[in-house]
């Protein structure tokens, strides 16, 4: 026991010394872009990925000097708890980042049910949000009760995101299964998320208008590892593709590998959430599934297709994480993130121009200000992005992509051909 | 043998420790007021510790208060699991269920889910009854199982209760969770869910020390005698006269309301429900408290889940920010992030190895395990006297 | 009164002179009925990860029934076989994740190998994992070794996770998994055919080990009362270290088998496989070997029926309920000793 007491309290002395250091690091001169997402147990092969798409952009304007003499400094926290986005998490990490007064932006979060808890905080206290990857309507849309998280300031929108909507994303498979792929019966299969199950839901009911048939709508849960049987009991019904709404954490990987395995041969088609990455990439469906098995894969991405821009970021993106062991290729939403934080990097360079002698609550209302503006911009990986009034990107481009088991880097996606959906 | 024990114990009772056991005797004896000093007490000063360094490097206070506010949460939930499995020996795995469904319960009366608006005081009451219910539910057929049996079997409850909610979309919203609760109104007051953390967090510390009070009570009670004694032998308490079935089923209720009134703050805070809140890493994780804490010990449970909230929370998420500012070079480069679980693992098997009854185990614990410690033990007597602890 | 009865050993000659046939007749006809109710194709799937899950709930049954501990970690010695059979195939017989053997006799070699190395290390895990963490706590409150166990199930989950990373490896699969047997129009892999003998095989082995072997003798006396088996010479220590041992390689071939049979394998595999697993074992009766392996093809034969009939995401609330009804109505599991209240 005394060993116990005199160890506690030297460690308690180390603490204190040691955090003394710390706090607030940097000067003055430094500002932070938060990001809030899932990064460790299982959900760090989602969220890993995505923040380095974020660190990515800080880097480069590091490098570049800065913005109006200001140091970006990254400031990630991590909302997974035993492996799992955990909400609460979310909720008490947007308050550190809203009581950070260096805190001018927030990229993340990763799910939208994280989401649901963290806008109202952000909104309340006015400090930017842009999240890469949430998809569920309701957050923003008034038809789908958007103005619920933002009571207190229905009309402040510090709440952007980069995405593609449900609405639009599902539909947009749905189309192309149809006509381009001419398919009759399909099996959709969904993670049982906020994500998948949405997705799955926006492209069965387009699909089904289209007139196609569902041969079996089946959930399987994200832990979910033995598809056989689900496999099993479809193929009686003898579908001619299969539709999962979810991402490869969900377990798209293993569906895709155990389908072949048994046969079913038919083409396998899904949202953003498995275009993640070639077949040498970590946790890449092409990797986990194999080559040869995810041929004949099919996916959507909110983006332009064939850009430039995509192009020098994934060569940007691998160069700079080359040293490290795991995720030195780009995710699914790497893309998004970088673009997340190209957003708010430019909107503050924009209103430092204006206001060069600004303090820090102005900084982070000006940044704001300028990223929710609808008037405003912005050139990034995803194209040429910009913001209606309630947060949601005006983006109309859905491209398709298609797996070629024969490119480079052991199978890769493919661009096929983008379709204009703002009309929608 | 008593005498002679007591004779034994008598002759040691000079040495030391005077202030400590004159203050355990005052505690014992007016347990009430010992709770709200001790509550009114934390209350002040976690708030002022914070303002000092090292802590207010770390985030500012009100962000402390508020993470103050959740591990008070943890709190109650230990409380109510203490009940079951410190006090009955009741082996509950799947506590978390009955925190899912106070949650649910306001949920489902409070929010724009189902446009129903009652308020949140009386729904205090209602979440932990409706939760109680659940309790003597899962009580009642699992009476005749022995210890593991009935492990399994509640953490099968404590497994299908998320996954009932998950799935049933049209009544629970599954996977999206149900948003837009309402916070609690007082006389016109809105406590805010965001910004201002006072108000939530004084009623937190008013819940706990109401719970405490209670529990205390509870614990001194006859039926607090009831469930040790099944704890111990549950064929003697019968023979004895103790009825097994209404004691047992009311450890379960009672311990189920505690976290039926947990559940309806923390939604209510939290203005969402999801069924990701309540997996069985919840149930563990309150498990872990108790038993880290020191089973039986109300207080001694309180605290553990204190630490083991904050240690999960604050200071594993923390090492990166930790460890790069000590500035070691090897330790700056790891991303301690990743290596959560396998600290946390360690942390707790050490913590096993070494201390096995728990940081504050109750009086009678400590004494199956580190005989040599009889000697705090003198001035009290009789063990089978007064006081049962 | 309190009635102790005699606990029957877990041999099956005996459980027969008993004449409990009940359970084993309740069992074949439930097979019959769930292979009525979804064909032989699904049949063959229940069959084959029931077969994985009764491995698993073996080695927890084992553990229980000789120091009545929860061995939370023993899923994740699965995982960590299951990486462990990953690793001795690409690194060290030098296979492709993604690829299957060249021949028949390849594959037997790799096969028979890959199983001599992985179920004895996987042991070997197991026994250093009772001799630090839980028998210095054999004495202590019943809950501190199951905190223990948690506590190195989160460490052997985070050190692979570190080692192989958090997404799904590609392991080989020795076997090809297109390799089929056509029975009129039911196609049966290769595979499953591999998987389901080999949990029969090993079971009927360890059945035989533990009946017939004085070291089994030994490990059924000590979990039927530990200080009676060590007046009679039983080394205690010793033996509850070979309960590990066996069970936890076991564990090590559910984990070969898993990876043969899918094809990847993830790190917080071990979690839900435990769970599933400790019900099999509960479902059976705890302590009671046969009962493991029998609880073990319920599951697999509940949750593929509840795919079948498209409730696939019910299995394991259905797992759980089936648990609940049996238990109601013996408390001591299908195939569990009944005893009288003993205090």
Redesign the interface.
């Known amino acids: 026991m005394k060993f ?1 007491r005199v160890g506690a309290a030297i460690a308690a002395a180390a ?2 010394v ?8 940097g000067g003055d001169k430094t500002l932070k872009l938060g990001v809030t997402l899932p ?3 299982g959900a ?1 092969a989602d969220g890993q990925p995505t923040l380095k798409g974020a660190q990515l952009a800080v880097d480069e304007i590091n490098k570049k000097g800065g913005i109006g003499g200001y140091k970006l400094e990254l400031f990630p ?2 909302h997974a ?9 979310g ?2 990490d947007m ?2 980042f ?3 007064p260096a805190v001018i932006g927030v990229v993340g979060p990763y799910n ?2 994280v989401a ?2 963290q806008i ?2 952000g909104n ?2 006015g400090l930017l949000q842009c999240s890469p990857a949430n998809t ?1 309507q ?1 957050l923003t849309k008034p038809e789908f ?1 958007g103005l ?2 933002r009571k ?1 300031h229905p009309d402040r929108i510090a709440y952007i995101r980069v995405a593609a909507t449900d609405d639009i994303q599902g539909p947009a498979m749905a189309v192309y299964a149809a006509k381009t792929l001419g398919l009759k019966n399909l099996l959709i299969i969904d993670d ?3 994500f998948g ?2 997705v799955a839901d926006t492209f069965q009911a387009k699909w089904e208008e289209l007139g196609g048939t569902t041969a079996a709508r089946v ?1 399987a ?1 994200a832990d979910t590892t033995d598809f056989n049987a689900i496999i099993t009991d479809a193929m009686t019904k003898k579908p001619d593709g299969v539709y999962y709404g979810g991402v490869v954490t969900s377990g798209a990987g293993l569906l895709l590998k155990q389908m072949r395995q048994q046969g079913l041969n038919v083409p396998f088609l899904g949202p953003d959430g498995i275009v993640n990455g070639n077949g040498q990439a970590d946790g890449s469906l092409i990797k986990i599934a194999g080559a040869e098995a995810a041929n004949n894969s099919y996916g959507t991405v909110a983006a332009i297709g064939d850009f430039p821009a995509k192009a020098t970021f994934d060569a940007a993106f691998k160069e700079a994480f080359k040293a490290d062991k795991e995720f030195n290729t780009p995710g699914a939403y790497s893309g998004p993130a970088y673009a997340c934080a190209t957003v708010i990097l430019d909107s503050l360079q924009e209103f430092l121009k204006a206001t060069p002698n600004a303090d820090q609550a102005a900084i982070r209302e000006g940044v704001r200000a300028w990223a929710s503006d609808p008037a405003h911009s912005f050139e990034t990986v995803l194209g040429t992005t910009a913001f209606d009034k309630n947060g949601d990107t005006t983006q109309p481009f859905i491209s398709f992509y298609q797996v070629d088991p024969a490119a480079a880097g052991g199978g890769d996606w493919v661009f096929k051909e983008q379709q204009n959906f703002g009309a929608q | 043998m008593t005498a002679q024990v007591n004779g034994a114990r008598a002759s040691t009772s000079q040495s030391g420790g005077g202030w400590r056991l004159r203050l355990s005797d005052f505690s014992d004896r007016h347990r009430s007021t010992t709770v709200i000093a001790g509550m009114a007490l934390t209350g002040l000063l976690l708030p002022l510790v914070v303002l000092l ?2 802590f ?5 206070q ?2 402390w208060l ?2 103050f506010t ?1 591990a008070g949460i943890y709190v109650l939930l230990a409380l109510g699991l203490n009940i079951v ?1 410190g006090l009955s020996g009741l ?1 509950d795995l799947g506590y978390a269920a009955f925190f899912a469904i106070g949650s649910y319960t306001f949920a489902f009366a409070a929010s ?1 889910f189902t446009g129903l608006n009652f308020p949140f005081w009386p729904m205090l009451l209602v979440g932990a009854i409706t939760a109680a219910i659940f309790g003597i539910l899962l009580g009642a ?2 009476l ?6 009935l ?3 509640t ?3 404590g ?2 209760v998320p ?2 909610i ?2 049933s ?1 049209k009544y629970t919203e ?4 149900i ?2 609760i309402n916070p609690p109104e007082l006389a016109g007051f809105v406590f805010p ?3 201002n953390p006072w108000p939530f967090y004084i009623m937190m510390l008013a819940l706990i020390t109401i719970c405490m009070i209670l529990i205390y009570r509870l614990q001194d009670s006859r039926l607090g005698r009831s469930w040790m004694a099944i704890r111990e ?4 308490a019968a023979a004895n006269g103790v009825n097994t079935v209404t004691t047992k089923l009311l450890a379960f209720a009672l311990g189920a309301s505690t976290a039926g009134l947990a559940g309806v703050f ?1 939604s209510s805070k ?3 429900v ?1 069924p ?2 309540f ?3 919840v149930s ?1 994780t309150v ?2 408290m108790v ?2 804490g020191g ?1 039986g010990n109300i207080w001694g449970v309180a605290i553990g889940a204190f630490i083991v909230f904050l240690t ?2 604050v200071i594993l ?1 923390q090492l990166n ?2 460890f ?4 070691v070079p090897f330790l700056s480069d790891i991303d301690f ?6 600290l ?6 050490a ?4 201390r ?2 728990g940081l504050f185990p109750s009086r009678r ?1 400590r004494r ?2 580190h005989t040599e410690e009889d000697v705090e033990f003198g001035e009290h007597g009789d063990p089978l006297g007064e006081s049962p602890e | 009164m ?1 009635t102790t009865t005699i606990p029957a050993s877990s041999g099956f000659g005996e459980s027969v002179r008993r004449l409990r046939i009940g359970p084993y007749l309740f069992v074949v006809a439930l097979g019959l009925i769930v292979f009525v109710a979804i064909g032989p194709q699904q049949f063959v799937n229940a069959l084959t990860i029931g077969a994985i899950y009764a491995l698993i709930a073996i080695g927890y049954t084992m553990v ?1 029934g000789i120091i ?1 501990l ?1 061995n939370f970690a023993h899923g994740d010695v699965f995982m960590v076989g299951a990486f462990a059979s990953m690793f001795v195939l690409t690194s060290v017989l030098g296979q492709e994740p993604n690829s299957s053997a060249d021949s028949a006799p390849q594959a037997v070699f790799l096969i028979v190998t890959t199983f001599l190395i992985v179920m004895p290390v996987m042991g070997l895990l197991g026994v250093a994992i009772e001799r630090f ?1 839980y028998r ?2 054999r ?10 166990a ?6 052997l ?3 692979i ?2 080692i192989f990373g958090p997404s799904p490896v590609n392991t080989p699969q020795v076997i090809p998994p297109t390799a089929k047997i056509q029975i009129g129009d039911v196609s049966i892999g290769v595979v499953n055919i591999f998987v389901i003998s080999v949990s029969v095989g090993l079971m009927i082995v360890l059945q035989l080990f533990v009946s017939r072997t004085r070291l089994g003798r030994a490990m059924r006396s000590t979990a039927q009362d530990r200080e009676a088996a060590q007046l009679m010479g039983v080394d205690i220590n010793r033996t509850i270290a070979l309960t590990f041992f066996i069970g936890s390689a076991l564990a090590g071939a559910a984990g070969i088998v898993q990876g043969f049979y899918f094809g990847a394998i993830t790190f917080n595999l071990g ?1 839900q496989a435990g ?1 599933k697993a ?2 099999a074992a ?1 479902l059976g009766g ?1 302590g009671n070997i046969a009962g493991a392996a029998l609880g073990g093809f319920i599951i697999g034969f509940v949750e593929v029926t509840a795919a079948a009939y498209g409730l696939f ?2 299995g ?2 259905l797992v ?2 089936v ?2 009804i049996v ?2 109505f013996r ?3 299908l195939l569990g000793q009944q005893l009288g ?3």
């Open positions: 116990a603490i204190i040691a955090a003394c250091g710390g706090g607030s690091s990064l460790s147990g760090a926290l991590d708890v035993n492996g799992k986005y955990n909400e609460q998490q909720a008490q308050q550190t809203v009581n950070d939208s049910a649901k808890v109202p905080i309340d206290a569920n309701s009760g619920d998280f207190n049982v998320t906020t199950k949405g959930g849960g | 360094p090292p207010n490097g770390f985030s500012n009100n962000v508020d993470g959740i499995v082996l724009s057929p699992t005749r199982l022995r210890g593991d049996y492990a399994i079997v953490l099968g409850f497994e299908i996954i009932v998950l799935n979309s599954g996977p999206n969770g948003g837009g869910t965001v910004g032998d549950e064929l003697a923390a939290l203005t969402l999801s990701n809140l997996r069985f890493d563990f498990l872990a038993v880290l089973m999960q929370t998420k920010v930790f790069g500012n000590l500035g992030l990743q290596y959560q679980f396998l946390y693992g360690i942390a707790l098997v913590m096993m190895l070494l096995p009854e614990r199956e395990l | 309190t229980y009545e929860i963490a210095p706590l004495n202590a409150p019943r809950l501190a070794p199951l905190i223990t948690i506590g190195i199930s989160f460490i989950q985070n050190i996770q570190i979690f769970l400790f019900t509960v705890i995401v019910w394991q609330a759980f309920a648990l609940i238990l109601v408390p001591s599991g209240e003993r205090a």
